[in-house]
């Protein structure tokens, strides 16, 4: 079977680090047909504009998109083609795996959860304003709804019932938020028990914070509001080992985009220099998304595989930290051939590398730990 998949290659080292997630899908076998469309710098030199309607239209009719990450200007110009395309293809699941791969980079290497963020409304509604004509007092609102809630909380079970995942824990502040954390605590306890299979339990997002830095071994899917989930999103991904491993995806009702955590890193544009890793790794997530999991385990094992051999990897993961001893940094291109002569080698009969088995144990009711 074949599929077409929209490519937004992105600014910076979008087109680099896209170019490397080609070359690792082709190696897999599954035929994918790229359709390239533009948004970004590239599109408001062609087109006038960051996001041409055509990529819109691309991503609703192909319904999945890999995308590297757009340059957001700073200060006036277009607000962020990322927001943008989250409003428009209605992407109301931001899902970022969070494990650590080889153990390296990073002093969690038992990390393996994942977050599943709201996307569409909490305090990033766009509902605010400044109270007084001088700006010295502002509001924003925090719209939290049951219909987004619900989404949300049973997109975050139905992923743990398909990916084999046992746990789900939301995130809230709902002894202070009366009223927005109390509704999502309890559209929470709602939906949980429609999932015997699996357990639910709750966290103070405070709480959770310390929890997730002492051991995360103990946390599988986590669910939570929009605000409190672009924050965890990046701590799992600095537990997990940073931002040049860290894959996301974003899922709509109809349409699925994957994107990388990291931003468009204008130093390194053009340079072959990038982490390849995390875009390749949304390859994966693509692959999972489509239930091509043979092809997605393939790439997933040849990514571990060359990050623990240590031989072909980018400046950032040839570090200390990475390693003991600094080994010379690969191109991004060539960590991208290396990942991509893997994959076809790669034993499935073997066992699955993994983040490392904790050693934590449960100490009772984490939120009454300080
Ligand atoms: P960034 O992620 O681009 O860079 C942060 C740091 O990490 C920099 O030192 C960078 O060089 C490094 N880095 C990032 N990705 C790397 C990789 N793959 N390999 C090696 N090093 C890497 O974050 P930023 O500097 O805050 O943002 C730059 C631009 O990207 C901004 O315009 C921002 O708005 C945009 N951005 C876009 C997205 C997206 O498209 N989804 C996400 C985040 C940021």
């Known amino acids: 079977m074949s599929y077409?998949?929209?490519?937004?290659?992105?600014?910076?080292?979008?087109?680099?680090?896209?170019?490397?997630?080609?070359?690792?899908?082709?190696?897999?076998g599954i035929e994918i047909e790229w359709e390239v469309v533009n948004a970004g710098e590239a599109a408001i030199a062609a087109k006038g504009t960051p996001l041409p309607d055509e990529v819109l239209d691309s991503i609703r009719k192909n319904r999945l998109a890999l995308k590297g990450p757009i340059t957001t200007p700073i200060g006036g110009g277009f607000r962020s083609v990322n927001v943008a395309l989250r409003q428009q293809l209605d992407l109301y699941a931001s899902v970022r795996p969070a494990r650590a791969i080889a153990g390296e980079g990073t002093r969690f290497p038992e990390t393996d959860l994942v977050v599943v963020r709201e996307a569409t409304e909490g305090l990033y509604s766009g509902v605010?304003?400044?109270?007084?004509?001088?700006?010295?007092?502002?509001?924003?609102?925090?719209?939290?709804?049951?219909?987004?809630s619900e989404r949300i909380i049973r997109y975050a079970f139905e992923y743990a019932r398909v990916h084999g995942r046992k746990h789900v824990t939301a995130v809230h502040k709902a002894n202070i938020l009366k009223t927005t954390g109390a509704l999502f605590q309890?559209?929470?306890?709602?939906?949980?028990?429609?999932?015997?299979?699996?357990?639910?339990d709750e966290r103070l997002i405070d709480n959770m914070c310390?929890?997730?830095?002492?051991?995360?071994?103990?946390?599988?899917?986590?669910v939570t509001t929009n605000l409190f989930g672009d924050i965890l999103?990046?701590?799992?991904?600095?537990?997990?080992?940073?931002?040049?491993?860290?894959?996301?995806?974003?899922?709509?009702?109809s349409v699925a985009v994957f994107e990388p955590v990291h931003g468009s890193a204008p130093k390194y544009a053009g340079q072959d220099k990038a982490n390849p890793v995390a875009e390749i790794?949304?390859?994966?997530?693509?692959?999972?998304?489509?239930?091509?999991?043979?092809?997605?385990?393939?790439?997933w094992r040849a990514v571990w595989e060359t990050i623990a051999e240590k031989k072909v990897?980018?400046?950032?993961?040839?570090?200390?930290?990475?390693?003991?001893?600094?080994?010379?940094?690969s191109s991004c291109s060539a960590m991208a051939r290396e990942i991509a002569r893997k994959v076809?080698?790669?034993?499935?009969?073997?066992?699955?590398?993994?983040?490392?088995?904790?050693?934590?144990?449960?100490?009772?009711?984490?939120?009454?730990?300080?």
């Not at 997530?285 to 385990?297: P, Q």
């Not at 993961?317 to 390693?323: K, N």
């Open 4 to 28: 077409r998949v929209t490519l937004v290659p992105g600014d910076g080292i979008g087109p680099e680090v896209t170019e490397a997630a080609r070359k690792v899908a082709a190696a897999t």
């Open 128 to 148: 605010e304003h400044w109270v007084d004509r001088e700006h010295n007092a502002a509001e924003s609102v925090n719209v939290v709804t049951r219909k987004a």
């Open 313 to 329: 990897v980018t400046y950032d993961l040839a570090l200390p930290g990475y390693t003991e001893r600094p080994v010379p940094p």
């Open 210 to 222: 310390m929890q997730l830095v002492k051991k995360p071994a103990e946390y599988d899917v986590i």
């Open 344 to 370: 076809p080698l790669v034993d499935l009969k073997a066992p699955a590398p993994r983040p490392r088995a904790s050693t934590a144990s449960s100490t009772g009711d984490p939120n009454l730990e300080t």
């Open 186 to 200: 309890a559209v929470f306890r709602e939906v949980a028990p429609r999932y015997p299979e699996i357990t639910a």
């Open 281 to 299: 790794l949304c390859v994966e997530l693509l692959l999972r998304h489509l239930g091509e999991t043979e092809a997605a385990d393939r790439v």
């Open 233 to 253: 999103s990046d701590l799992c991904a600095g537990l997990a080992g940073g931002l040049g491993v860290a894959p996301g995806a974003l899922i709509g009702e």
